[in-house]
């Protein structure tokens, strides 16, 4: 039950994220700047309509993650107004993987749930080992990872439907990272245990206390 509460938070957090796009390498500038005017020459310069239409916003802005000259400029996150106007540009910016902008290369993605994403980073030697024997794939939501072969429909969405997934596509098993057991582990280092007062007694010492009928038995 769990793991279906989890797999439905992804999906509705991933729903919540339909609109957005996030763009890494845009350069950042020293003062305030116009983030939706600044993305609005972005995406005209990406569709390159002969009329530029007017692009409407929810919301854009930098990563909230503090500015740091090391990593270079913070990824800028949009929220747009229309869907359908979302789905064309990215379809136009599948056909290359960085576009020149402001003298920079940036990049375009679907701005996805960090649980959809860390299961991404996970599956990667799948995902190499399907390009290296050119098997085409697509990923699904809720999130999935398909593709088809000659015995039809293959499709995985657990980390132990890995195994049976290489072995249909005639595959070699891979090393995979449990992307669901891992993050919801415990922290790592000793525990600490917190002694809690009962109250009405200031010296911290448990006080005898009355069971109520219908408390359970201790």
Not at 23 to 46: K, M, N, Q
Not at 106 to 119: F, G, H, K, Q, R
Not at 126 to 137: E, F, G, K, Q, S
Request: hydrophobic share 35%.
């Amino acid at each position: 039950m769990l793991l279906a509460m989890r797999r439905h938070i992804e999906d509705l957090d991933n729903r919540g994220r339909r609109c957005n796009i996030r763009i890494r390498g845009v350069p950042e500038s020293e003062g305030e700047e116009d983030a939706e005017a600044i993305l609005t020459e972005l995406f005209h310069t990406l569709l390159q309509t002969a009329t530029p239409q007017r692009i409407e916003f929810e919301r854009a802005h930098r990563a909230l993650r503090p500015r740091s000259l090391e990593e270079g400029p913070r990824d800028m996150i949009c929220c747009l107004h229309s869907f359908p106007t979302k789905n064309a540009i990215m379809r136009k910016a599948c056909d290359r993987p960085t576009w020149p902008f402001r003298g920079m290369q940036v990049s375009l993605y679907n701005d996805l749930s960090p649980i959809t994403l860390e299961a991404r980073r996970a599956l990667r030697p799948v995902t190499t080992a399907l390009r290296d024997c050119n098997i085409p794939y697509k990923r699904g939501f809720p999130f999935a990872l398909l593709t088809r072969h000659r015995n039809g429909l293959v499709l995985m969405r657990w980390p132990e439907e890995i195994t049976r997934f290489m072995e249909e596509l005639g595959l070699m098993p891979v090393q995979v990272t449990n992307w669901i057991l891992g993050p919801l582990g415990p922290p790592p280092g000793p525990q600490r245990t917190i002694r809690r007062r009962e109250a009405g007694s200031p010296s911290g010492h448990a006080s005898q206390r009355r069971r109520h009928p219908a408390d359970p038995e201790e």
